[in-house]
């Protein structure tokens, strides 16, 4: 049996267009409404190398010379949000400067306060195909 694989082709997949989120609204444009940033996703194959990259080795407690795997949560976060944000440019060496950090995920991490670092850490991955607990709770539901 001959399937056809044309629809799997690159060039036939449709693509996920970026989005638009007000991350802050102490971020104004000159029309005194919030600035939108610019998302767009990132390849599981990426996704996966931010995330290994993001694991410690941690002692066991009470078993010497046993360690454990910790993911580092704020800093996966913070290198996936940064990766996938298109605007502002968080590569931008004056915008780094001026938040007095050295890296875009720092920069992300500065840039917003606690709250809103999260509903955009909730936003990012939902750009990236990720549901948000409620979709699941409803899913289990069903």
């Given amino acids: 049996m001959s399937k056809n694989l044309s629809a799997f082709m690159r060039s036939n997949v449709e693509q996920v267009p970026n989005a638009k989120f007000a991350a802050s609204p102490r971020f104004k ?4 409404e919030p600035l939108e940033w610019e998302i767009c996703c990132i390849s599981a194959d990426e996704y996966a ?3 290994s990259g993001c694991i410690r080795q941690v002692p066991v407690p009470g078993k010497k010379n046993q360690f ?3 993911l580092d ?10 990766r996938c944000t298109v ?6 060496a004056s915008l ?6 050295a890296k ?13 670092f999260d509903d955009y850490v909730t936003e990012v991955f939902q750009v990236n195909g990720f549901k948000t607990e409620n979709e699941l ?4 539901k069903n």
Avoid: H
């Fill in 49 to 51: 190398r931010i995330r």
């Fill in 137 to 140: 709770v409803d899913e289990a």
């Fill in 96 to 101: 780094q400067d001026d938040w007095g950090v």
């Fill in 73 to 82: 949560t704020y800093e996966f976060q913070s290198k996936v949000c940064a």
């Fill in 87 to 92: 605007f502002p440019d968080l590569n931008d």
């Fill in 104 to 116: 875009p995920e720092d920069l992300v991490g500065a840039m917003l306060i606690g709250g809103e």
């Fill in 68 to 70: 454990t795997q910790k």
């Fill in 29 to 32: 444009g000159e029309d005194g």
